[in-house]
């Protein structure tokens, strides 16, 4: 897996080079280690897992199944499950999802708020996957079959993947500017987003959280008291708040 | 097509978002748009703390109904919790309430509210900041008014919850049961329910809402049970709470000229005045000093009628004064009334009334720390020890510079049986307050409460060494050493104590008592009339007199005694239960006619008066009802050390029915009682011993194990003694001595 990684890094920053943008691979491959994770939530969301300091942010799937007695099993669940266990086998239920990104702002669809994780609290237990695991599977027709090798990568080498999934988008004229949007590209609709997905194993709460990013001037009345009270709740557990 | 019917719908009005199932497909529905999920998500999401709720049969646009009215909901509890938490500015704060109180205006969304925040205590930094929320919730009636109410009933919340956990204790359910059948109740709004039954002592609509709940879950047989059991422990609890009966409206109010004739006032004792006015312009223009003798007199007048039993002209009095003071602008002054008529109808055993008294003060006074700490320790002697708790905690985190708190916590501890937590705290205020001798003393009492005598004696010896110009140190010394039987040393103390202070009539009672239970009756009755000639209406005096009187059997010169306190103070409880113990000791068959039911104990005194009640019915050759009796009051007891006496009459009783049982009961923590408890049980257990033919076990105990020279119990002993040694004394019919009797009253 990893020797294909770094073969596909390779060529694709020996592609940009040939097309005359490898100092933007090299810069793309510095940004590429500067990255974070980051989860998406609603206002609505983070309220609730920002204001209560023992929350974890867990998988569904494993939190008290306390609010829903009667839920139900549907039939085409299957299909993520197969997802799950073609990108993770057993462990499924153990991740986290996340989105790759250098600005700390995660795929919009996902909710307006966004929570970059410290570096130090995902290092050691999350790995890279190219593209959203769902259309990655989907799209390659994956289900029961293993992953290609060379798509997946460990935190500390998740630069080799930037640049391979990306070099091939530079031009000489690209600027370091625009890596944000190569890297994390938002879009009106959830299919259209494109980022690398982060998988971080086990649960993590507030402690793990570097900043937050959120709406700056929203409209609504209710949200203007909601991002007041944010505010106040990361200023006292001493986080950044980043309007956008 | 809008109108079809879809049968499964999720909705969270925390998430903002509805999932439902169409045509084999999930989707999912938020203000904004519809858009189809995987059903994965829809599993992660409904499973992930959202608090999604599973409706059924919902049009489309019944679906967004649902949706709207679910976020409202959630966003009117949000906002109100938002208000309360201590790290949002006061700027925020105010934003929070302004929403809240736009979405609180319906009422459907502030019972929602309601539900959920009365259905756990608010932590105690909360309820501290209580007066400066207050301030800004005031602007905004809607949430003025539902925090009003959540902060008034969080005592209530507190015992109600406390007996939530008792019940998941017994019925021993899993963490992770507990915690499902909480979210389910607490979604039906089951706990507010329970709470309001409890606050209105409605036992009907407490027992509607268990049935209720029983029949519309899928409970399993262990959730059954912990329900029933938890009805039960509330059961008791409200029948052992009397709440004051506060007046009719126009009956004894004094309504200022314009006061508003129809509006009935909230508060009895409240006047209804504007806060500047004053009853009349001769009110106005008392001095200082005049003021004060006024209010002493109206004070003292208050007091006298709690005593003589004349509440209705209390309250009266008490709206009298309030109007005075508070007219006069003395409204520190008013607070401090407040809490000296509390102590007194503490005194007077008059609970709820004490307890309106308090929380009136508490109102005036938001930052006085003397009331806040006068309405825990009302909770305390009503034995509501979670309530008590939270109160003393509140006040320790207001005050945290303060020993009144910090001790009278670490009491509740100790009543609650927490002993080591108790002397912990204890030794933490020592370590902060060294020169403050109440937490050293107080220590010496837990490990008395832990049967630890000696241990307290140790403590208590060094206490005074500490502290040797402290006369309340120095008495405490001769309690301990009058527990453990050194009765000439602890007399000795007791003269000390009283050098240091000679006004304090505890240290006389106190050695007056000891010098009784060293065998010298007549000596310490001459004691106490050395001081009687000067203060010849010295209610403990004289109730420390009628005490000996009756334990040396002159029953007729004791009641004479009860009886003149009583003309002057008809409701001086330790007088009424003292003629009571001569009535049962005079005329047990009529005295076991006055039943006591133990429905309606709280305080202490409460509990001794029914203690009373089952010694007459085992005197009035009523046994098995006396055992019927304290079986069904024991695990009612809050308090630890009537307990343990209502064990030692338990086994009378069942040696007086003749049940072998008797003899197990009465070595029930033996070890752990203080001295002359122990003496007393060592007693009844070697007459049970007898009654079971056990002779000489009863000649060991006797002779080995009950040493006190205690006349009483020396005269018991030796007339048992006799019986061990088959001599005719009427033993074998379990008979029990007048003496016997009087140490049953007395243990």
């Given at each position: 897996m990893k020797d294909a990684l770094d073969r596909r890094y390779r060529e694709a920053t020996e592609r940009a080079a040939a097309k005359g943008a490898g100092a933007q691979a090299a810069e793309l491959d510095s940004a590429g280690s500067s990255t974070s994770a980051v989860v998406c939530m609603s206002l609505s969301r983070a309220k609730e897992f920002i204001g209560n300091e023992t929350t974890l942010y867990s998988t569904y799937q494993l939190?008290?199944?306390?609010?829903?007695?009667?839920?139900s099993e549907p039939a085409d669940d299957r299909m993520r499950l197969s997802v799950d266990s073609t990108v993770?086998?057993?462990?499924?239920?153990m991740i986290r999802y996340a989105a790759l990104s250098i600005d700390g702002l995660g795929p919009a669809s996902y909710g307006e708020v966004s929570l970059k994780l410290r570096d130090i609290a995902v290092a050691s237990r999350a790995t890279v996957l190219e593209q959203n695991s769902w259309s990655f599977v989907q799209s390659r027709d994956l289900f029961g079959k293993e992953l290609p090798p060379g798509y997946l990568a460990t935190w500390g080498e998740r630069n080799k993947l930037v640049c391979a999934k990306l070099?091939?988008?530079?031009?000489?004229?690209?600027?370091?500017?625009e890596f944000a949007t190569l890297i994390l590209t938002q879009a009106t609709s959830r299919s259209e987003e494109e980022f690398l997905e982060v998988h971080v194993y086990g649960a993590f709460n507030m402690?793990?959280?570097?900043s937050v990013s959120g709406p700056?001037?929203?409209?609504?009345q209710l949200d203007i008291a909601l991002v007041a009270w944010l505010k106040d709740k990361l200023d006292a557990l001493g986080k950044t708040w980043v309007g956008k | 097509m809008g109108w079809e019917m879809i049968e499964t719908v999720f909705v969270s009005g925390k998430d903002a978002l509805a999932y439902f199932y169409e045509d084999e497909k999930w989707y999912s529905l938020s203000a904004e748009e519809t858009i189809p999920v995987s059903a994965s998500e829809v599993r992660r999401l409904v499973n992930g703390g959202g608090e999604y709720y599973l409706l059924r049969g919902l049009s489309k646009r019944e679906i967004s109904d649902a949706l709207v009215k679910e976020k409202r909901r959630a966003d009117a509890l949000f906002l109100t919790l938002a208000v309360l938490?201590?790290?949002?500015s006061i700027s925020t704060r105010v934003l929070l309430a302004q929403q809240a109180d736009d979405l609180l205006l319906e009422s459907s969304n502030r019972d929602f509210v309601l539900k959920r925040i009365l259905s756990w205590p608010l932590p105690t930094n909360v309820t501290a900041a209580r007066h400066s929320l207050m301030q800004i919730a005031n602007t905004f009636n809607h949430v003025a008014m539902v925090l009003k109410e959540v902060f008034n009933f969080q005592p209530d919340l507190h015992e109600v919850i406390a007996r939530w956990r008792e019940s998941a204790e017994e019925v021993g359910i899993s963490q992770a049961g507990l915690s499902s059948l909480r979210s389910e109740l607490v979604d039906a709004g089951f706990f507010r329910a329970v709470l309001m039954a409890t606050v209105e002592r409605n036992l009907h609509d407490l027992n509607s809402i268990i049935v209720t709940n029983l029949l519309g879950g899928n409970w399993s047989p262990q959730e059954r049970a912990l329900l029933l059991d938890f009805q039960r422990r509330i059961q008791s609890s409200m029948k052992r709470t009397r709440e004051y009966e506060k007046p009719k409206p126009g009956r004894l109010f004094k309504r200022s000229?314009?006061?508003?004739?129809?509006k009935p006032s909230?508060?009895?004792?409240?006047?209804?005045?504007?806060?500047?006015?004053?009853?009349s312009p001769q009110e106005a223009r008392l001095n200082a000093f005049e003021a004060k003798q006024r209010v002493d007199k109206q004070i003292n007048c208050i007091k006298e009628m709690l005593f003589r039993d004349r509440l209705p002209l209390a309250e009266k009095y008490v709206t009298d004064l309030m109007r005075f003071q508070l007219g006069r602008d003395d409204q520190e002054y008013a607070v401090m009334s407040l809490c000296n008529l509390t102590a007194s109808a503490l005194d007077a055993n008059r609970l709820g009334f004490a307890d309106e008294l308090i929380k009136y003060a508490m109102e005036l006074g938001p930052n006085d720390i003397v009331a806040f700490t006068a309405r825990a320790e009302v909770l305390r002697r009503r034995g509501k020890f979670a309530a008590a708790l939270a109160a003393f905690e509140e006040v320790i985190s207001r005050f945290?510079?303060?020993?009144y708190p910090l001790n009278g916590k670490a009491n509740v501890l100790k009543e609650i049986g927490h002993f080591e937590q108790a002397a912990q705290l204890l030794r933490r205020v020592q370590s902060d307050f060294?020169?403050?001798s109440v937490a050293f003393n107080e220590e010496v009492g837990v490990l008395r409460s832990q049967g630890r005598h000696k241990a307290a004696l140790q403590l208590a010896v060094a206490n005074a060494r500490r502290f040797p110009l402290d006369p309340v140190t120095r008495s405490v010394l001769a309690g301990s050493l009058s527990r453990v039987g050194r009765y000439a040393e602890a007399s000795r103390h007791y003269q000390q104590a009283l050098a240091l202070d000679?006004?304090?009539v505890r240290f006389i009672v106190g050695a007056a008592l000891n010098t009784h239970s060293a065998g010298a009756s007549e000596r310490a009755l001459r004691y106490l009339e050395e001081f009687l000639k000067t203060s010849p209406t010295e209610v403990p005096l004289l109730q420390a007199k009628a005490q000996i009187l009756r334990s040396i059997g002159q029953f007729s010169a004791a009641k004479g005694i009860y009886e003149s306190i009583l003309r002057g103070f008809p409701r001086f409880i330790p007088a009424v239960l003292g003629l009571r113990a001569v009535a049962v000791l005079e005329d047990p068959i009529v005295a076991a006619e006055n039943k006591v039911t133990h429905d309606q104990l709280e305080s202490e005194l409460d509990w001794t008066g029914f203690r009373t009640y089952a010694v007459a019915l085992v005197a009035a050759d009523r046994p098995r009802e006396a055992i019927q009796a304290i079986e069904a009051a024991l695990p009612q007891c809050p308090w630890l050390g009537q307990r343990d006496r209502l064990k030692t009459t338990l086994g009378i009783a069942q040696m007086k029915n003749n049940e072998p049982t008797c003899i197990q009961t009465l070595q029930t923590n033996l070890e752990s009682l203080e001295d002359r408890q122990r003496q007393a049980r060592l007693l009844f257990l070697s007459h049970a011993q007898i009654e079971q033919n056990r002779q000489s076990i009863a000649r060991v105990l006797l002779s080995?194990?009950?040493?006190?020279?205690?006349r009483g119990i020396q005269s018991i002993k030796e007339h048992l003694l006799r019986a061990s040694a088959g001599?005719?004394?009427?033993i074998g019919k379990v008979d029990l001595s007048s003496g016997e009797l009087e140490l049953a009253l007395a243990a």
């Open positions: 939190q008290v199944r306390s609010s829903v007695r009667q839920a993770h086998g057993t462990y499924g239920e070099a091939d988008l530079l031009t000489p004229k690209t600027s370091s500017s402690d793990s959280v570097e700056s001037n929203p409209t609504k | 938490d201590e790290q949002a000229p314009g006061a508003d004739q129809n909230e508060d009895p004792f409240r006047p209804d005045l504007p806060s500047n006015e004053c009853a945290p510079a303060r020993t060294p020169e403050d000679r006004t304090e080995r194990m009950v040493t006190t020279s205690d001599k005719n004394t009427g």
